[in-house]
C-alpha cells in the first residue's frame, strides 16, 4: 500500500544539476525521517543525505555543500537537489522513509554524469 515514486533522474553533464523527487503515499509521513541513498555500480549502498520530521537535515561528506535535501510534509514529499554534480555521483538513487519499525523504499532513479 505504502509507495514511494521517485522522479527526476536522468543524464547530466559534469557540473551541472539535477533535482530528485519522491512522493510518498499510502499513509502520512510527517513523523517519519526521509532520505536518499545511492548505489553505484560494484558499490555498497550508501547514504547521501538525510531529513528529519523536525527538519534537521545532514549529508555525507562526499556531497556536503553540493547537495540539498528537502521535505514538503504537506506533499509526503522529499527532494535532492544536487549542483556541481561530478561522474563520481553516478548511481542509482533510492528514496527512504522510516521510523522505527518500518522502513520504505522507492525503485530507485538513475543519475548519470557524463560528458
Known amino acids: 500500500q505504502v509507495q514511494l515514486v521517485e522522479s527526476g533522474g536522468g543524464l547530466v553533464q559534469p557540473g551541472g544539476p539535477l533535482r530528485l523527487s519522491c512522493a510518498a503515499s499510502g499513509s502520512m509521513f510527517s513523523f517519519y525521517a526521509m532520505a536518499w541513498h545511492r548505489q553505484a555500480p560494484g558499490k555498497r549502498r550508501e547514504l547521501v543525505a538525510g531529513?528529519?520530521?523536525?527538519?534537521?537535515?545532514s549529508y555525507t561528506d562526499s556531497v556536503k555543500g553540493r547537495f540539498t535535501i528537502s521535505r514538503d510534509n504537506a506533499k509526503n514529499t522529499v527532494y535532492l537537489q544536487m549542483n556541481s554534480l561530478k561522474p563520481e555521483d553516478t548511481a542509482v538513487y533510492y528514496c527512504?522513509?522510516?521510523?522505527?519499525?518500518?522502513?520504505?523504499w522507492g525503485q530507485g532513479t538513475q543519475v548519470t554524469v557524463s560528458s
Open positions: 531529513i528529519t520530521s523536525g527538519g534537521r537535515t
Open positions: 527512504y522513509v522510516g521510523n522505527t519499525g518500518n522502513d520504505y
